[in-house]
């Protein structure tokens, strides 16, 4: 059982524009930053997004992030087939001691 | 450029013991805390542990609390994992991963895992 929810999986076509979802509480997504991973399968994980909306240098201006109150959600806008991947949202948690609680994570298919 | 590299995966016995090894390099090592983080096959990301750029602070999840003891050289731009009393839960990736602050908050660069199977 993840600390922050994502949907398990997305789907569309190529060309379209799909949201994942990432939910949390006011010890994790409420009070601080969330950072998105995408992970191509056999391989680590990469930052996507980070500060809940900045993208590092390289990434594609088609992704993007947003956060309102305990909610984030990853956007992927003119999707392509090497976007298929599994995505995880993450963020500090301030409850016990502090760690960094993650998503299920999300399977995207490109159809 | 910012290279993290692990080391020290292998087969292991149940109850055996494992020191995962990750060296990082590309910039002022003891400016930023280090995270392990796990995936066991076919399931999400776990994180496990972080250490702060001193060293001074180290936070544990719950599955690594007892077991497992995070530590750092800075001398050596390495961060360790020592792993006690492996179960077969345990087999999975292991990464290190450098964080963007001091202190554990945001895991911003990976490195490419190391493979830990816990088996007799």
């Known amino acids: 059982q993840s600390v922050l929810t994502q949907p398990p999986s997305v789907s569309g076509t190529p060309g379209q524009r799909v949201t994942i979802s990432c939910s949390g509480s006011?010890?994790?997504?409420?009070?601080?930053?969330v950072n998105w991973y995408q992970q191509v399968p056999g391989t680590a994980p990469k930052l996507l997004i980070y500060s809940n909306n900045q993208r590092p240098s390289g990434v594609p201006d088609r992704f993007s992030g947003s956060k309102s109150g305990t909610s984030a959600s990853l956007a992927i806008s003119g999707l392509q087939s090497e976007d298929e991947a599994d995505y995880y949202c993450a963020a500090w948690d301030d409850s016990l001691n502090g760690f960094v609680a993650f998503g299920g994570g999300t399977k995207l298919t490109v159809l | 450029e910012v290279q993290v590299l692990e080391s020290g995966g292998g087969l292991v016995q149940p109850g055996g013991s494992l020191r995962l090894s990750c060296v990082v390099s590309?910039?002022?090592?003891?400016?930023?805390?280090v995270n392990w983080v796990r995936q066991a096959p076919g399931k999400g990301l776990q994180w496990l542990s972080a250490i702060s750029g001193s060293g001074n602070t180290i936070y544990y999840a719950d599955p690594a609390k007892g077991r497992f003891t995070i530590s750092r050289d800075n001398s050596r731009n390495t961060v360790y994992l020592q792993m006690n009393s492996l179960r077969a839960e345990d087999t999975a990736m292991y990464y290190c991963?450098?964080?963007?602050?001091?202190?554990?908050?945001?895991?911003?660069?990976w490195g490419q895992g190391t493979r830990v199977t816990v088996s007799s």
């Open positions: 991963a450098r964080d963007g602050h001091n202190l554990p908050s945001a895991i911003l660069i």
């Open positions: 006011s010890s994790n997504t409420g009070s601080n930053p």
């Open positions: 590309g910039f002022s090592f003891s400016s930023y805390a």
